[in-house]
């Protein structure tokens, strides 16, 4: 998924509550869901996101003429998910691999693997509402049994489950940069309709884990001077459902289609 990252970084959050399909989370399937998102500058489609579901489960999630993320279950769990890039016709050049390690039904870690050697390791801590507090990552130059820290992610959260800070810091806890997130609307997330267990497993993309919609988004530097923000407005349908995003400081409009 390492293309996602082109525009997730200014999304909206996620939830991410528990790892079990039976944790509370049961009415996500029985929310609308989403089946692609399209990404607007000056008028022109400059990127699609298109959502495939099976039996309500979401299935698989294509970067349009980029690349395909195909996911595998265990019963209600993703257990694996495969990367297809796209070759010129179709998505058939399998790029990565990675799988899904649980221990008493939280997710503990994932191993991402790539075809042509090397990979990454990613482990997690969760808060008692079962969201990620911290996200530590590790490279495997050679394989998955050598690896090495290179920093972690760590988030706090408001009194509603939103986040308010996201910190980056490398392997010697020294920070990166940080994030603010501020002015939450009390409407539905555009991701809200997808099964718990399978927003937990591209939460890094979509800047998970939150229940509404942030419209400020600030950034801070290594010394927590701030270097940037992003203002986003809404529309939204009839079910409180955004159907559309506009990024205020840089015009790209984000469009959500629902089944």
């Known amino acids: ?23 509370g989370n049961s009415n996500d399937n029985n929310l609308k869901k989403i089946t692609s998102l399209q990404i607007m500058e000056n008028g022109n489609l400059v990127g699609q ?12 999630i294509t970067v349009v ?10 019963e209600d769990r993703i257990i694996l998910a495969e990367e297809f890039n796209f070759t010129g016709s179709e998505y058939n050049q399998l790029d990565k691999t990675t799988t899904y390690i649980f221990e008493k039904g939280l997710l503990v870690s994932d191993f991402e693997e790539f075809i042509e050697g090397g990979g990454n390791k990613h482990e997690y801590e969760f808060n008692s509402n079962g969201q990620i507090t911290e996200y530590d990552f590790f ?29 980056q810091t490398d392997n010697n806890s020294n920070i990166v940069f940080s994030r603010e997130y501020s002015n939450y609307d009390d409407k539905n997330h555009p991701f809200a309709g ?4 399978a927003r937990r497993l591209f939460w890094n993309y979509f800047q998970s884990m939150n229940f509404n919609n942030y419209s400020i988004s600030t950034r ?3 010394n927590g001077m701030e270097i940037g923000n992003s203002s986003f407005t ?3 349908d009839n079910d409180d459902f955004p159907i559309e995003m506009i990024e205020t400081n840089e015009q790209t409009v984000y469009n959500f289609i629902y089944e």
Do not use: W
Request: aromatic share 12%; glycine share 4%.
């Open 1 to 23: 998924m390492k293309n996602l990252n082109l525009v997730i970084g200014i999304l909206i959050g996620i939830t991410i509550l528990s790892c079990s399909s039976d944790d």
């Open 49 to 60: 996101y298109d959502f495939k579901y099976e039996n309500k489960r979401l299935a698989s």
């Open 65 to 74: 003429g980029n690349e395909q993320i195909v996911f595998s279950y265990s």
């Open 139 to 167: 490279q495997c130059p050679s394989n998955l049994n050598d690896c090495t820290p290179s920093g972690s992610r760590i988030f706090e959260y408001d009194v509603n489950n939103n986040i308010i800070t996201e910190t």
């Open 194 to 197: 997808i099964n718990i267990e």
């Open 220 to 222: 801070f530097d290594t």
């Open 234 to 236: 809404f529309k939204y």
